[in-house]
């Protein structure tokens, strides 16, 4: 079950931005994206709270936007167990809460995932119909995606990847983005997944503060409302555009 429209409606308070198991899932700094969230609420006038929630802590059913960040195998399936558990998280996102998982986090919402040498498979949440296994190799390294907005048109996402299970979308799941430098969801040129509200993807970064436009997206999807573009040079600048290409590319030859 999953809702249509925002879980938050006006009139209703700060809008809740939930960091989920920073300790468990926060070894690559992800928990960055709700700073950039915050933030670009605040600079709109809109008031918002970063709530974090550690296991053994209650998650708030009310947030708007979850935040899952990555982290190693063995802490992907206490996060599991501990959401399974608390059971917050499937009634936010069935009331139309959004939730954006990095990495290990984005792992965790598929279906099942491996961890360790050995390849154990886990259980996940379920909640994106993707599976992953480890690969062959590990990939590492600055990752460039394109992107197609909700409205059409294209822009660059950049990040640092550095993961070694690949991720394979079913038929519910849509690519979030495709790779045109680094390895992403696995070696067919997709990156991330898109399930309703569900939004996955491999980058770091934090992702959101490299991609301003893709926070907007979140904080549109979480609010319903329209948020008036930001003053300063826009991401879709040319001159932006081409100079995070020019990075990624000369790291990542
Ligand atoms: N442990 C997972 C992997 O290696 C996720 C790593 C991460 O979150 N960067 O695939």
Known sequence: RQAQGPALRDGQGPVKIVVVYQSLLGIYGDQGNAKVLHQRLAWRGIDSEVIFVEPGQRLPADGAIYLLGGGEDNAQTTAVR???????????????????????????????FTIGENDEVREGLGVLDVTTRRGSRRAVGEILTRWTKPDGTQTYLTGFENHGGFT???????????????????????????????????????????????????????????????PG??????????????????TRA
């Open 82 to 112: 501990e959401l399974k558990a608390d059971g917050a998280l499937f009634s936010a996102l069935a009331d139309g809460a959004v939730l954006f998982a990095v990495c290990a986090g984005y792992q965790i919402c598929g279906h099942t």
């Open 168 to 230: 394979t979308l079913g038929p519910d799941a849509a690519p979030l983005a495709r790779v045109e430098v680094g390895i992403g969801n696995a070696d067919e040129g997709t990156e991330g997944a898109v399930q309703g509200r569900v939004i996955g993807t491999y980058p770091h970064g934090p992702v959101l503060a490299r991609n301003p436009e893709l926070a907007d997206h979140l904080l549109h999807l979480a609010t319903g409302r329209v948020l008036e573009p930001l």
């Open 233 to 250: 040079p826009q991401p879709e600048h040319d001159g932006l555009r081409a100079e995070r290409m020019a990075f990624v590319r000369r």
